[in-house]
């Protein structure tokens, strides 16, 4: 028997692991896997499985703010230099679906999430929305908190907002590593918190993207 997504949108929970949606080859949630140097994020482990933790520079970690949302702690990064990074990218990624828990507090271009110089990366300023090297029309409210998702095929991007489909539009190349969250190459870097972020090396078809939707909406209580 299938459980319909309705029901557990109206029960507030939903069973959620690293195999519930297939190819997951990146996960980070504030909650879980946090090392701390004494208030700052040193290191954010890697749910999936697949060992890809993410380092901070002794002079460039985020703050871990403990209770920042729906009871939950969050991670606070500057937008001047705060970044968590593994030494080599994951690389192998043909197609690429991404879910990012997020509340920007500035208005200029930051990157959620990046591959190395070579490769692309997702992010979006207040009024423009940014996938690889190639930008489409979409607005971010500072000082609100959105499940950002989006997926990107190498000739396509699409971009959806708390589970409605934002925009899409023809991407130049492809998102084909990851490298970082909270900048990408050292260039662009987000000023906000992020609470969780997943990773697939594929696109989701609708139903996979509304269980790991409604798994966001209802840890973190953002819509």
């Known amino acids: 028997m299938i459980i319909p997504i309705s029901y557990w949108r109206n029960q507030g929970a939903l069973p959620f692991s690293a195999s519930t949606v297939s190819n997951l080859r990146a996960w980070y949630k ?12 040193s290191q954010w482990n890697d749910q999936s499985g697949g060992g ?3 380092i901070g520079t002794s002079t460039a970690q985020p703050l871990y703010v403990a209770s920042s949302l729906n009871g939950l702690p969050t991670i606070l990064f500057d937008g001047i230099n705060d970044s968590l990074r593994m030494a080599s990218p994951i690389t192998g990624f043909t197609n690429v679906t991404y879910f ?8 200029a271009l930051g990157v959620s999430i990046g591959g190395d110089a ?36 190498g000739s396509v991007a699409t971009w959806y907002s708390d589970g409605v489909l934002l925009t899409s539009h023809s991407q130049f190349g492809q998102f084909n590593a990851f490298q970082s969250v909270g900048d990408w190459n050292g260039t662009y870097f987000t000023s906000g918190n992020i609470a969780e972020v997943l990773i697939y090396d594929k696109v989701l078809n609708s139903t996979e993207r509304g269980v790991v939707d409604v798994y966001l909406r209802a840890k973190w209580a953002t819509y």
């Open 100 to 107: 990012i828990v997020i509340k920007r507090n500035s208005s």
């Open 52 to 54: 890809n933790h993410l």
């Open 30 to 41: 504030a909650d879980v896997g946090i090392t701390l140097n004494v208030t700052t994020v």
């Open 118 to 153: 070579n490769n692309y990366h997702y992010g979006n300023d207040s009024t423009t929305l940014y996938s690889g090297f190639n930008s489409k029309a979409g607005t971010t409210t500072t000082s609100t908190w959105y499940v950002r998702s989006g997926t990107g095929t």
